[in-house]
C-alpha cells in the first residue's frame, strides 16, 4: 500500500500550462506502476496517463497525446504530469494512483488513490 497527495492545480487560460505532482509514502514507491485519471462532474473516471515502475514505459490516453507529460523522480517519490496547451475540456479533478500494470487503462487496476486536484481551463 502506498499513500498519495495530489498538488499543482488550478486555474489557468487555455493554452496554458500546469504541473501538477503527486507525493507518494508507505510501500517502496519504485516498486509501483503509476498512472493519472481525472474525472469531470457527471462524468465517469478517465484515464490520462501512466508510466512504468522504471519510467520507461509510458501511456496516454489519445485526447492528451503530444500535449502531457508523465514522469517521475523515484528519489524524491514523486510523480508529475506536465501539462501544456490546456483545453477547457480538461477541467476535471486530477487523480495519481498506484498499481503494478502501468500498461492498463482501468481505474480498476489501481489500489491506491490520492484525494485529487482541481483543474479548471478558462476559454
Known amino acids: 500500500q502506498v499513500q498519495l497527495v495530489e498538488s499543482g492545480g488550478g486555474l489557468v487560460q487555455a493554452g496554458g500550462s500546469l504541473r501538477l505532482s503527486c507525493a507518494a509514502s508507505?510501500?517502496?514507491?519504485?516498486?509501483?506502476?503509476m498512472g493519472w485519471f481525472r474525472q469531470a462532474p457527471g462524468k465517469e473516471r478517465e484515464f490520462v496517463a501512466a508510466?512504468?515502475?522504471?519510467?520507461?514505459?509510458?501511456y496516454y490516453a489519445d485526447s492528451v497525446k503530444g500535449r502531457f507529460t508523465i514522469s517521475r523522480d523515484n528519489a524524491k517519490n514523486t510523480v508529475y504530469l506536465q501539462m501544456n496547451s490546456l483545453k477547457p475540456e480538461d477541467t476535471a479533478v486530477y487523480y495519481c494512483?498506484?498499481?503494478?500494470?502501468?500498461?492498463?487503462?482501468?481505474?480498476?487496476?489501481?489500489?491506491?488513490w490520492g484525494q485529487g486536484t482541481q483543474v479548471t481551463v478558462s476559454s
Open positions: 508510466i512504468s515502475w522504471t519510467g520507461a514505459d509510458t
Open positions: 508507505g510501500r517502496t514507491f519504485s516498486s509501483y506502476a
Open positions: 494512483a498506484a498499481g503494478f500494470l502501468a500498461s492498463s487503462r482501468s481505474p480498476l487496476d489501481f489500489s491506491s
